[in-house]
């Protein structure tokens, strides 16, 4: 049922063309725009969406993005680690469930305790075999492995590499070095764990070793401008990435970017400085940053169009039926949240993180029945890999 065919799509795109379709307004028209991205999906990838069930195994991280709310500066948060037993149980959850992948996401750490876990924890995972396998084929499939746990030297994505993960996500989160300073710390220490240029070479280290590269930026930022935009998706195009994952920028009240914006927002007196200063996207309301977050997603689909697009949980805090739009947009993976509801909600990188009071199983009922309505088929039991 899943089928799909290879190629490519905007043979030739410039930066004017991309940012003339993301500031595209004419509702008739972006229907349009949207329809067409969905058909290359479903011509390039299949009718399937395919789910990764998302395990988000620490809040404990050693940088200082000024967006995020589980920074290491923001002593409210309760730090929290999962146990290797917690970790293994959610991933069989997530087998059993059909869902075929699994994303091993947490705060970035370097020390050696913490990389060796991941190796062994990412060797478990690959012996994992479903409990109670329906069908012959289900038998062998082992979960596919995705790792999003930020910067690390080259021997140690190696060496997860060699242990079994296949897919790795790094969001270059601004594909421009200006923007990319202005949303991350410049001082001190933090501004060497924090280098633009050693992100980008960490995406082009992850594909040299092999992995499916994921990458992605953050949608209605301060500073960033619709040409910023239009330039990160020329950017996934260069970088050649397997997997895009964007999302609205949510603010999170207890960082530096969230207090600004809190500040900004209440002043309508100022607001054409603001826009001024801090540019045309950063007060954009839910419904606007919602549109403008599917309009990337399309002009990336007609871009890339073979590519694996996540429709991300933040658009969920735009709207209840933000990601499903997305996947009508022409994203074509989910990653449902297995983490144990214990934890899921200190694990908030902006305010408002929806489905934090459903476990696992009611998260994926409610997935199933919204693609059903839709007529979206889930791609059960399969990785879902576009190579
Ligand atoms: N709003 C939206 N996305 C955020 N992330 C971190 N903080 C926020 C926020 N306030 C995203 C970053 C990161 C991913 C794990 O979460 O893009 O790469
Ligand atoms: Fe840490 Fe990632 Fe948050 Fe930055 S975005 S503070 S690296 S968890």
Same mark, same amino acid.
């Given at each position: 049922?899943?089928?799909?065919?290879?190629?490519?799509?905007?043979?030739?795109?410039?930066?004017?063309?991309?940012?003339?379709?993301?500031?595209?307004?004419?509702?008739?028209?972006?229907?349009?725009?949207?329809?067409?991205?969905?058909?290359?999906?479903?011509?390039?990838?299949?009718?399937?969406?395919?789910?990764?069930?998302?395990?988000?195994?620490?809040?404990?991280?050693?940088?200082?993005?000024?967006?995020?709310?589980?920074?290491?500066?923001?002593?409210?948060?309760?730090?929290?680690?999962?146990?290797?037993?917690?970790?293994?149980?959610?991933?069989?959850?997530?087998?059993?469930?059909?869902?075929?992948?699994?994303?091993?996401?947490?705060?970035?750490?370097? &020390?050696?305790?913490?990389? @060796?876990?991941?190796? +062994? %924890?990412?060797?478990? /995972?690959?012996?994992? $075999?479903?409990?109670?396998? #329906?069908?012959?084929?289900?038998?062998?499939?082992?979960?596919?492995?995705?790792?999003?746990?930020?910067?690390?030297?080259?021997?140690?994505?190696?060496?997860?590499?060699?242990?079994?993960?296949?897919?790795?996500?790094?969001?270059?989160?601004?594909?421009?070095?200006?923007?990319?300073?202005?949303?991350?710390?410049?001082?001190?220490?933090?501004?060497?764990?924090?280098?633009?240029?050693?992100?980008?070479?960490?995406?082009?280290?992850?594909?040299?070793?092999?992995?499916?590269?994921?990458?992605?930026?953050?949608?209605?930022?301060?500073?960033?401008?619709?040409?910023?935009?239009?330039?990160?998706?020329?950017?996934?195009?260069?970088?050649?990435?397997?997997?895009?994952?964007?999302?609205?920028?949510?603010?999170?009240? &207890?960082?530096?970017?969230? @207090?600004?914006?809190? +500040? %900004?927002?209440?002043? /309508?007196?100022?607001? $054409?400085?603001?826009?001024? #200063?801090?540019?045309?996207?950063?007060?954009?309301?839910?419904?606007?940053?919602?549109?403008?977050?599917?309009?990337?997603?399309?002009?990336?689909?007609?871009?890339?169009?073979?590519?694996?697009?996540?429709?991300?949980?933040?658009?969920?805090?735009?709207?209840?039926?933000?990601?499903?739009?997305?996947?009508?947009?022409?994203?074509?993976?989910?990653?449902?949240?297995?983490?144990?509801?214990?934890?899921?909600?200190?694990?908030?990188?902006?305010?408002?993180?929806?489905?934090?009071?459903?476990?696992?199983?009611?998260?994926?009922?409610?997935?199933?029945?919204?693609?059903?309505?839709?007529?979206?088929?889930?791609?059960?039991?399969?990785?879902?890999?576009?190579?």
């Amino acid at each position: 049922m899943c089928k799909k065919e290879t190629g490519s799509g905007w043979g030739e795109v410039d930066l004017l063309s991309v940012e003339q379709a993301l500031r595209m307004t004419d509702e008739a028209e972006l229907g349009r725009f949207y329809s067409e991205a969905y058909d290359l999906k479903l011509k390039y990838r299949g009718p399937c969406v395919y789910f990764r069930g998302l395990i988000e195994i620490s809040n404990i991280c050693r940088k200082n993005c000024l967006y995020c709310g589980i920074r290491a500066g923001n002593d409210k948060v309760k730090r929290y680690e999962l146990s290797d037993h917690q970790v293994l149980e959610e991933a069989q959850f997530a087998l059993d469930a059909g869902y075929g992948s699994v994303v091993l996401q947490g705060g970035e750490r370097s &020390d050696k305790a913490f990389t @060796e876990r991941i190796t +062994r %924890l990412v060797k478990e /995972i690959v012996k994992l $075999r479903k409990s109670a396998p #329906e069908t012959e084929g289900e038998r062998d499939l082992s979960l596919g492995i995705t790792l999003s746990l930020g910067e690390q030297s080259l021997s140690v994505y190696k060496e997860w590499y060699d242990a079994g993960a296949g897919r790795y996500l790094l969001r270059v989160e601004a594909s421009g070095r200006g923007l990319y300073d202005k949303i991350h710390p410049v001082a001190g220490r933090d501004r060497l764990l924090h280098s633009y240029e050693c992100r980008v070479k960490a995406i082009g280290e992850l594909k040299e070793i092999g992995f499916l590269t994921g990458t992605g930026v953050m949608i209605g930022l301060p500073f960033q401008r619709y040409e910023d935009l239009a330039r990160d998706i020329l950017f996934f195009r260069e970088m050649g990435v397997d997997m895009v994952g964007m999302g609205p920028y949510i603010p999170h009240g &207890d960082t530096p970017l969230g @207090e600004l914006y809190f +500040r %900004l927002k209440g002043d /309508i007196s100022g607001e $054409r400085e603001v826009l001024r #200063e801090y540019g045309e996207l950063f007060l954009l309301n839910d419904v606007e940053k919602l549109e403008l977050s599917l309009k990337m997603v399309a002009v990336l689909r007609h871009v890339m169009p073979h590519i694996n697009i996540a429709a991300t949980t933040a658009l969920q805090v735009l709207s209840p039926e933000g990601r499903e739009r997305a996947l009508l947009a022409g994203a074509n993976i989910i990653m449902p949240n297995v983490t144990d509801l214990s934890v899921k909600g200190e694990y908030n990188l902006y305010d408002g993180k929806p489905g934090v009071a459903d476990d696992a199983e009611a998260t994926r009922q409610r997935l199933e029945s919204n693609l059903e309505k839709l007529g979206i088929p889930i791609g059960w039991d399969t990785r879902g890999d576009w190579r």
